[in-house]
């Protein structure tokens, strides 16, 4: 896995308050329960402070696994 | 001739605490404690009126009524026109409602200013007024969010230029990330909250940065920046975003009162003494349509 998906699996489970155990790149994120509009809301906050607003947040209500979202990052 | 603000009231309903197991999380992320909650028997007529009559003996003068609502009583007639006959104002009056939503206020005053500046009318009475909680059932996450209220902003003439240099911005693609339809034949709000965070995230900034850049100014120009009291999680990132702690939050124990939130917070940060007569504002209002309004004011 590269350095990049490593950093959006700490930041995703940073914000939704769960082990980083419990996610992986192919992890469907929508299965999980914090998953939810806050818990999204958190993660896309986070994303977007981390890398300084190059993430396309406007496509993030697409985003099902940790691949998806690192395609986001301009 | 110009146009200035020369009061504002508001009426809100009492408090709704609302009780969740994930209480602490809603609260962390929206920032919201109480919300406020119309009577069953209320509409955004009542509120508005409760509203209108803090302003007391200014009302006889009135000659122009705007009505900004998305939840009026009828589809027609309009909310204005009842107004005007609830408050019992002579017939010489001009009366307009415009459906926008928490962008609302920077479009009605804009009406109102351009009334004034074309000589149309001369004490004009902007109404906000929203009962969204008739569309949102207890099944709906959002009822953590949004509250009923109204305020009343009267306009007068003045001789200075007090109110200055609009932007706005639509994008319409987006018109259902906000929206009151019809459910198995109940109408209910629904919001897409990534979509409305997303479009927060990247246009609000973006469209005050070139509105500061169109006008030659900076925020150093502004005592304080009054922006939509969306959520905490919107109002933090904004900061972050627009890189300045000058952005006035009053959402606590309001809520989000929709187009009423930037002239409840103009009036409660004036009674808190954060802003004075005479200090340089920056407004901002956006949400529903998707749509941003951008205006400069001496208040």
């Known amino acids: ?5 490593l950093l959006i699996i700490d930041i995703v489970s940073k914000s939704l308050n769960i082990n980083n155990k419990k996610i992986n790149e192919k992890t469907n994120l929508q299965n999980l329960e914090e998953w939810d509009s806050l818990g999204m809301l958190s993660v896309m906050s986070a994303l ?19 691949a998806d979202i690192e395609k986001l990052i301009k | 001739m110009f146009s200035k603000i020369d009061s504002i009231e508001y009426y809100l309903p009492p408090r709704n605490k609302f009780f969740s197991k994930h209480f602490k999380k809603i609260y962390e992320k929206t920032g919201i404690k109480n919300t406020r909650i119309k009577k069953l028997n209320e509409d955004v007529i009542d509120l508005a009126y409760r509203a209108c009559l803090k302003l007391k003996s200014k009302l006889k003068k009135i000659d122009a009524i705007i009505f900004v609502t998305q939840t009026p009583r009828y589809l027609l007639p309009s909310c204005s026109c009842i107004l005007q006959n609830k408050l019992n104002i002579n017939h010489s009056i001009y009366t307009v409602d415009i459906n926008m939503g928490c962008s609302g206020y920077i479009y009605g005053l804009s009406v109102a200013d351009s009334l004034i500046k074309n000589n149309i009318a001369n004490n004009i009475l902007l109404v906000c007024s929203d009962t969204y909680s008739k569309y949102i059932d207890q099944e709906n996450t959002n009822k953590y969010i949004f509250s009923d209220s109204a305020s009343a902003t009267l306009f007068k003439k ?13 994008n319409g693609s987006k018109y259902n990330s906000i929206i009151i339809k019809k459910e198995k034949n109940i109408e209910k709000f629904s919001m897409n909250g ?3 965070f997303a479009f927060t995230l990247e246009q609000v900034p973006l469209n005050i940065n070139k509105y500061l850049k169109k006008y030659k100014r900076n925020l150093n120009n502004y005592k304080q920046l009054f922006l939509h009291q969306a959520s905490n999680v919107i109002l933090e990132n904004l900061k972050r975003k627009l890189k300045t702690q000058k952005i006035y939050k009053d959402i606590k124990d309001i809520g989000n009162t929709t187009s009423s939130s930037i002239p409840i917070s103009i009036k409660n940060a004036l009674k808190k003494k954060i802003i004075k007569k005479n200090d340089n504002l920056l407004l901002c209002g956006f ?5 941003i309004g951008i205006v400069s004011i001496k208040i």
């Not at chain 1, 977007?48 to 940790?66: L, P, Q």
């Open chain 2, 158 to 170: 003045s001789n200075k230029k007090n109110i200055y240099d609009y932007s706005f911005f639509t």
């Open chain 2, 287 to 291: 949400g529903v349509g998707l749509s």
């Open chain 2, 194 to 196: 990534t979509d409305v």
């Open chain 1, 48 to 66: 977007d402070k981390k890398f300084k607003g190059s993430i396309n947040v406007s496509s993030f209500d697409k985003v099902k696994t940790v």
């Open chain 1, 1 to 5: 896995m590269n350095k990049k998906k």
